[in-house]
C-alpha cells in the first residue's frame, strides 16, 4: 500500500511537548495546512468552504515504533496503562493520527484552522468534512476514560507571570500561559503526568510546588490539592550563566532573548 502526504501542517507547536493533548484544548493558536501544487488540489478544494470543521488524517512523523500499550495522562482508576487501541497514542503499528480541527479560511491551497493537534511539519495525508449528523454521538460510552481520575483543576496565575509570559510572548511568539493550562489543568502531581517522551515537569510534594519546562524557560508554579487549583508563580531561563556568554553555542537561537529577559527580570 503505497501512501502519499497531500500537504504539509505549519502551527506553533514544534517539539512533542508543544502539543496539546486534544486540539480543542489548544484554541486560539491557528495553524494552516498548506496543500501540495501540480495535484489539482484546487477542484478537490471546492465547496469545502461551507464546513466549519475537517477531519484531518496525518502522519506522526516524529515517532518510531509502537508499543501495545500507552499510559494515558490521566489513567483509569487501579491502572496505569491501557491497551493502544483504547487511547489516542501516538506510538501505533501505522503512525497515523486523526484531528477534528475547526476552518478557518481557505486561500488558494492554503487551509488556515485552528484547535490543532499537530507538529510542525507534520506531514497531512487527507481532509474530510465532519458532518455533525453523521459524525456525532453525544451519547456514546467512553471506555475508561468514564472512569479517569483527576478532575480539569483551575490554573491561575500571579502578576509576575502574567507580565513575564506577556513580555516573552510580545517577542517570540511562544506562548507559555496557554502552554502551561493545557498540561496542568488536569492535575495529579503526585504522579508524572507526562508520558516518556513529555517528561518536562518537577514535583516538589512537601511543598505543593513544580517546575515545567517550556522549551528553554522554566515556569515556576504552586498548586493546592484541596481546592484543585494552580497558580503559575513566575518564569526563570533554563540556561546557565555560562550558556549565555556572548560567543556560545546558540543550538536553539533564542539566547538573544534570555539574555534580555534576564536584564529586565532579575
Not at 52 to 78: D, S, Y
Not at 87 to 102: A, E, K, M, Q, W
Not at 189 to 201: A, E, N, T
Request: aromatic share 12%; hydrophobic share 35%.
Amino acid at each position: 500500500m503505497e501512501v502519499n502526504p497531500i500537504g504539509t501542517f505549519h502551527g506553533d507547536a514544534v517539539y512533542k511537548y508543544d502539543a496539546p493533548r486534544q486540539g480543542r484544548l489548544f484554541a486560539g493558536h491557528p495553524g494552516r495546512i498548506e496543500l501540495n501544487p501540480g495535484c489539482n488540489f484546487e477542484t478537490a478544494l471546492r465547496d469545502l468552504d461551507g464546513f466549519e470543521r475537517l477531519w484531518v488524517i496525518f502522519q506522526f512523523h516524529e515517532n518510531e515504533g509502537w508499543r501495545p500499550t500507552t499510559r494515558p495522562p490521566v489513567p483509569p482508576k487501579g491502572r496505569d496503562r491501557v491497551g493502544t487501541f483504547a487511547s489516542r497514542s501516538p506510538y501505533r503499528p501505522n503512525p497515523i493520527g486523526l484531528s477534528c480541527v475547526r476552518l478557518l479560511k481557505i486561500e488558494g491551497l492554503t487551509l488556515f484552522v485552528d484547535e490543532a493537534d499537530l507538529l510542525d511539519g507534520t506531514p497531512v495525508l487527507d481532509i474530510k468534512p465532519y458532518i455533525p449528523m453523521a459524525d456525532a454521538f453525544p451519547d456514546a460510552k467512553a471506555g475508561w476514560v468514564e472512569e479517569q481520575v483527576g478532575d480539569l483543576w483551575t490554573v491561575e496565575m500571579s502578576d509576575a507571570f502574567a507580565e513575564q509570559s506577556r513580555w516573552i510572548a510580545e517577542r517570540s511568539g511562544f506562548d507559555l500561559e496557554s502552554f502551561a493550562k493545557v498540561q496542568l489543568s488536569r492535575g495529579n502531581f503526585s504522579k508524572d503526568v507526562f508520558d516518556s517522551s513529555r517528561r518536562r515537569l518537577t514535583i516538589d510534594e512537601a511543598a505543593c510546588t513544580g517546575v515545567l519546562a517550556y522549551r528553554t524557560f522554566r515556569i515556576h508554579f504552586s498548586y493546592d490539592e484541596n481546592v484543585r487549583t494552580v497558580c503559575l508563580q513566575r518564569v526563570t531561563s533554563g540556561y546557565l550563566a555560562e550558556d549565555l556568554n556572548e560567543g556560545a553555542e546558540d543550538k536553539y537561537g533564542d539566547k538573544d532573548l534570555h539574555r534580555a529577559f534576564l536584564k529586565v527580570f532579575r
